[in-house]
């Protein structure tokens, strides 16, 4: 399977796990989310539930609970952290509704002393270390891809995700820049679909009876199949779409192949990058000092000659995932400080 996401077995192989510097038996780590309603963010908290858990009962840390908002709201969030501030957690692992307005709840956290490791939805707020997937290469390499298949261009639908995140902004951003330099494109309509298969499908739907012929669908993952399906509904011919890994999608993306030789690319945030923020934290607990605030991890990407492969190895309803041991998420600490 060619995946664009780091070879780490093959680090691990060749890089030793840092010494332990402290104790942190008896550290407690919070993971505050501020969405759980699609196949992404349910497959980011299982890894995460089943990492934090081994973690606690081999006694690497004391505990490592996870809250997650009952709605979208920064201000709910916002909330949630000044809890876990009252609490006494030692560190916080956050996947954020915004990148700057947490920045006060943020800085509060830190200058109580607690750890903050942003990550997918990351914030600015300089004291937080932010584990970063380049989102804008994502987005215009999806206009690159499309470009392969569509060679002669035309009108593209974009999905979008969940507004105010700076995900969505920076994947937005990205296929942008990708139309840009590939004039042949036009961006004719945008809806919102929040990463979930149902909404992107009502959303398209609304939109479609509205225009002209569509020859690809730029999106940001979890969205794909609902494409597909408001496409289809509609009775609308179909339209390059662009993947975002789950499994729903990969499954159709499978028996359009087999149909007539249907082409297309896939790629996301592996969920389980929720782990590696877990350690990242731990690791900062445990006396690092050479951790990079920013730590740069790489998509993962199928394409036309790997995906099938994939297939069988994610859970119906899911997405493909990674999950980090903590040797892997030394290994990638490594990775970055060399480059």
Known sequence: ?????????????????????????GKKIAFSNNYAGNSWRQAMLASYDAVAKKAVADKVVKAADVFTTADKAVPTQA???QNLILQGYDAIVINASSPDALNGAIKKACDAGIVVVSFDGIVTEPCAYRV?????????QEVVQMAKFQPKGGNLLEIRGLAGTSIDDEIHAG??????AHPQFKIVASVTGDWDQTTAQKAVATVLPSLAPIVGVVDQGGDG????????????????????NRQDELAWWKEQK???????????IAPGVSTLAFWVAQQVLDGRKDIPHDLRVPFLAFTQSDFETALPKIPKGSVATKEYTQAEATAAIQSNLKK
Do not use: C, H, N
Not at 132 to 140: P, Q, S, T
Not at 175 to 180: D, F, T
């Open 225 to 244: 199949y609902g494409a597909a399906q408001a496409f289809a509904a509609a009775g609308r011919p179909r339209p390059t779409i662009i993947m975002g």
């Open 79 to 81: 909330a949630q952290i």
């Open 132 to 140: 970063v997937v380049d989102f804008k290469e994502m987005g215009r």
């Open 1 to 25: 399977m060619r995946t664009a996401i780091v070879a780490l077995g093959a680090l691990v192989a060749a890089l030793a796990a840092a010494p332990s510097l402290a104790d942190t038996s």
């Open 175 to 180: 296929i942008l820049a990708g139309v840009a």
């Open 258 to 268: 087999a149909k007539d030789g249907y082409t297309t690319w896939s790629a996301s």
